[in-house]
């Protein structure tokens, strides 16, 4: 047994690969339960997860030899963390809250709200009067059959009523109009609002968020906000006022019938709450279902050829299957709720019209109560019904839009962890001196990455950084670019601390081009100008012409503007990192960063990037990462990195004289010696 801030545990059946616990923590407490079954999925070796609330159990399946931890150890950590997360959940401001922060953002404090609000007024009363007129009119011409004819009484009420439609028709155009173009206004602001709040956030807050959720954020639960400025707001405003109008006339003509029929809304209110809890925790798991859709979909469109290449398509096939029926069956118990709350709302109401009629039919035949009163509480009733159902899918609607706006401001509101500097570098003034100075960085589950690292690169200078794979070399590109910041030390660059510096300033002076470049669906014109999108087409041949891909450019009859296909799915790996190369160097940022840019490259594109290189050392620094060490054999400096510290460095000669790593990998590269095979990725 085990007892911390996750309460009592005991371990209740074991056999390989299965185990089955007791947290006492967990009884009755469903979104601690979900928030656990959330927590412990994504575990690596972690198969399946069940938890029972009503009986406080765990039970988890697993593939022992995948496992990092003890299970108990994992599942108290899942716990501890569950607490966590659930704590803040509850300390969230209310569902109305979030939304009326998310629609005063973008509507400007809700100002743009004044004009279709009070176009929808007008309408709907307007629409009102027009009934009220017609009905006007229907009775009168009834009662001109039994007194005297009064034609021009008749005219005045038959044009009044063809006014008030003409009216109508207008005021519902203007208003209709008026909601659309606010709600494509407010997707519009919203999508680049959170596009916007995810690109100011650190690379690790959007790994942990995951692709999936973005999208639906972006789409998704914007999208539910623009349904409820288009529609919702609108049809709630028409159902209050008819509610309200058929409730007064019903209480003028008939209040005795009216509190009777009332009655039986006792009934509904129990039942009806508990329906909403149960369809905002259905809504709730519909949504994580729908992200995890997603995010399978994103992956596996994304990788589609490693897919074939290993002919694992009915194996994604499964998992695409198996996510969408999870999400149907999500979506079909959502819809469930609903309409069962739906029909006991509609099944009170049939209810409290059987007790109205039945009550005021005894009453007409006391002579209590008139005929014309009857008759109206009978009409009055139905249309105060479809009112309230009206109103009621308002409410389901505002439901999925407060909890959409909460999903949108955990985004909104997540700030990133690398806080941003005050000091100005414009690009024309960078030297390009960098210097680490006692640098090392670990992640927060307590690895460390690099460790004490030191060097200096003087402006113009070219360092090569090898070592075999996982010795932090990349790590320290991350660190410079700042999408991390250092743990203790500092870098420098012209002598100033990074942390000091504006990052849109640092990156500005930092051209990257990594192992797998990122290109985008479009022409070479776009991918080559997408750091500098004002250069002409001239300055972008040159570029080309530099990165020595003018040629299979111009091979092709569109040239500057053929399509490279999604993420350049059109050209070879040697093609895709010459376009990058010459989009750095288009760029012209004083500083050039390579990450193993030629690790899977052929030999020929090798030499040619290498010739690229030599090409952009002209007044750059240069900081390559290399798999390859020819690649960086002419480097001013060349830092050997094992285990997150520097393990020699020195010229090239100068390493092989040594006979030490550096020596051990030329020797594995270069054929020209033994030794024992060290990765060099």
């Known amino acids: 047994m085990t007892q911390s801030a996750a309460g009592k545990m005991h371990r209740r059946s074991s056999r390989p690969g299965s185990e089955s616990w007791q947290v006492d923590i967990l009884f009755g407490n469903r979104p601690l339960a979900e928030a656990l079954r959330k927590d412990l999925e994504p575990c690596a070796g972690i198969e399946r997860v069940r938890v029972d609330p009503w009986r406080g159990r765990v039970r988890l399946d697993f593939a022992p030899e995948a496992i990092a931890a003890p299970i108990e150890e994992l599942l108290r950590q899942a716990v501890e963390r569950s607490l966590v997360v659930e704590a803040v959940r509850t300390q969230a401001p209310a569902e109305w809250v979030s939304l009326l922060r998310v629609l005063g953002s973008s509507l400007d404090g809700g100002d743009r709200l004044v004009r279709p609000v009070a176009l929808s007024l007008a309408s709907h009363l307007v629409h009102i009067l027009q009934g009220l007129s017609f009905i006007s009119t229907v009775d009168a011409a009834r009662n001109a059959t039994t007194k005297a004819p009064a034609g021009s009484s008749l005219r005045m009420r038959g044009v009044i009523t063809l006014a008030l439609s003409g009216v109508d028709g207008l005021l519902r155009h203007r208003k209709r109009t008026s909601w659309q173009r606010l709600a494509r206004d407010l997707e519009s602001d919203l999508r680049a609002k959170v596009f916007g709040a995810v690109g100011a956030q650190d690379l690790a807050a959007r790994d942990k968020i995951g692709t999936g959720r973005l999208l639906n954020a972006i789409t998704s639960d914007v999208g539910q906000l ?42 509904f209110m129990l039942p009806s709450r508990r329906l909403a809890k149960q369809s905002a925790e259905a809504a709730r798991e519909q949504v994580a279902l729908s992200d995890a859709l997603s995010q399978i979909l994103e992956n596996s469109l994304s990788g589609l050829a490693e897919i074939k290449s290993y002919t694992a398509e009915d194996e994604v096939l499964r998992r695409v299957e198996d996510s969408a029926r ?101 690009v024309a003034e960078v030297r390009g001196e960098v210097r680490f100075e006692g640098v090392s960085f670990g992640y927060k589950d307590g690895r460390r990455a690099v460790e004490d690292i030191g060097f200096h690169v003087p402006a113009g200078g070219m360092v090569g950084v090898v070592g ?182 020195g010229r090239h000669d100068e390493l092989l004289g040594r006979g030490g790593l550096y020596a051990l990998l030329w020797s594995l590269q270069s054929g020209e010696g033994g030794g024992s095979p060290v990765g060099v990725g």
């Open 468 to 649: 075999p794979t996982g010795s932090g070399k990349s790590t320290l590109l991350r660190l410079l670019l700042r999408f991390d910041d250092v743990g203790a030390g500092r870098i420098l660059l012209d002598g100033r601390d990074l942390r000091t510096l504006r990052i849109a300033d640092v990156r500005s002076a930092i051209a990257m081009v990594g192992q797998e470049p990122y290109l985008f669906r479009g022409s070479v014109r776009d991918n080559v100008a997408f750091g500098r999108p004002t250069a002409t087409d001239d300055e972008i041949r040159e570029a080309l012409r530099r990165a020595e891909a003018l040629e299979f450019v111009e091979q092709n009859p569109e040239g500057l503007a053929a399509d490279i296909g999604e993420r350049g799915q059109r050209l070879s790996g040697g093609q895709r990192q010459r376009l990058a190369i010459a989009r750095v160097l288009l760029k012209g940022a004083p500083i050039l960063a390579l990450d193993e840019a030629t690790s899977q490259v052929d030999y020929e594109t090798e030499a040619a990037i290498q010739r690229a290189i030599q090409s952009a050392r002209s007044g750059r620094t240069l900081i390559v990462v290399a798999h390859r060490l020819s690649t960086i054999r002419s480097a001013d400096q060349i830092l050997v990195v094992h285990q997150g510290r520097i393990h020699e460095r």
């Open 226 to 267: 623009g349904a409820l400025v288009d529609r919702g707001i609108d049809d709630a405003m028409l159902n209050l006022l008819q509610a309200l109008i058929a409730a007064g006339l019903l209480l003028v003509r008939a209040p005795g019938l009216t509190l009777v029929a009332a009655v039986p809304l006792g009934l």
């Open 326 to 426: 999870k999400l149907a069956e999500a979506a079909k118990e959502t819809g469930t709720i609903s309409s069962a709350e739906a029909h006991l709302f509609e099944g009170v109401f049939a209810i409290g019209f059987a007790l109205m009629a039945a009550v005021g039919g005894s009453r007409l035949e006391k002579g209590k109560i008139s005929q014309a009163a009857y008759t109206k509480a009978l009409y009055a009733f139905p249309q105060l019904l479809a009112s309230f159902v009206g109103l009621q899918v308002a409410v389901a609607q505002y439901r999925g839009a407060a909890s959409a706006a909460t999903r949108l401001l955990q985004l909104l509101d997540t700030q990133s962890t690398i806080a941003d500097g005050t000091v100005p570098l414009p």
